[in-house]
T-cell receptor, first 113, second 115 residues
Framework: AAGVIQSPRHLIKEKRETATLKCYPI?????VYWYQQGPGQDPQFLIS???????DKGSIPDRFSAQQFSDYHSELNMSSLELGDSALYFC????????????FGPGTRLLVL | AQSVTQPDIHITVSEGASLELRCNYS??????LFWYVQSPGQGLQLLLK??????LVQGIKGFEAEFKRSQSSFNLRKPSVHWSDAAEYFC?????????????FGSGTQLTVLP
């Protein structure tokens, strides 16, 4: 079965640079979620989109923004990167009318130097 | 606000032994509960979930979990652990009201399996 796809899988940036992470949800899923997992930490919810509209917002810094496009893929844009942004970023997708079980992608590991 | 507590940071068991990972949640209404497993450097794989109905749920890889409302618990169990089960296990709670669809995770339990 098709899974959530994230790209790139690994990304190295320097402080103050920008990064764009992409997420392709499971086909026909209508909701996308972004989570950040710092080293040794549990995943923390950042933001979610339902039918291309922002649905929930968590602990997402103002330097980050995200959107969901007409083909349901989502992008997380991160600007003015800081060392503390180094983390594993997960995307998850779900189908609202199927109980909203979230299926996670493999993650993008971001390292800020 | 919802919260999840996993009291055991690290558990070590011998291969073939039984396993129970504890999870306690706090949520005002009926929670939606999940267990995910994460191998090093990997994504989160869903083991099982509880939405409603039978409080004992079966998952993949021989895992099961029991929802106990009176104890606000959703403990994960496996009768006989395999070496490949070594990983980090996260309990998570979710909800379906408009403002809380996101998952809240516990801090995780790292499982080590001895040969």
């Amino acid at each position: 079965a098709a899974g959530v796809i994230q790209s790139p899988r690994h990304l190295i940036k320097e402080k103050r640079e920008t990064a764009t992470l992409k997420c392709y949800p499971i086909p026909r899923h209508d909701t996308v979620y972004w989570y950040q997992q710092g080293p040794g930490q549990d995943p923390q919810f950042l933001i979610s989109f339902y039918e291309k509209m922002q649905s929930d917002k968590g602990s997402i810094p103002d330097r980050f923004s995200a959107q969901q496009f007409s083909d349901y893929h989502s992008e997380l844009n991160m600007s003015s990167l800081e060392l503390g942004d180094s983390a594993l970023y997960f995307c998850a997708s779900s189908l609202v009318r199927a109980g909203e079980t979230q299926y996670f992608g493999p993650g993008t590991r971001l390292l800020v130097l | 606000a919802q919260s999840v507590t996993q009291p055991d940071i690290h558990i070590t068991v011998s291969e073939g032994a039984s396993l129970e990972l504890r999870c306690n949640y706090s949520y005002g209404a009926t929670p939606y509960l999940f267990w995910y497993v994460q191998s090093p450097g990997q994504g989160l794989q869903l083991l099982l979930k509880y939405f409603s109905g039978d409080t004992l749920v079966q998952g993949i890889k021989g895992f099961e979990a029991e929802f106990k409302r009176s104890q606000s618990s959703f403990n994960l169990r496996k009768p006989s652990v395999h070496w490949s089960d070594a990983a980090e296990y996260f309990c998570a709670v979710g909800a379906l009201d408009g403002s809380a669809r996101q998952l809240t995770f516990g801090s995780g339990t790292q499982l080590t399996v001895l040969p």
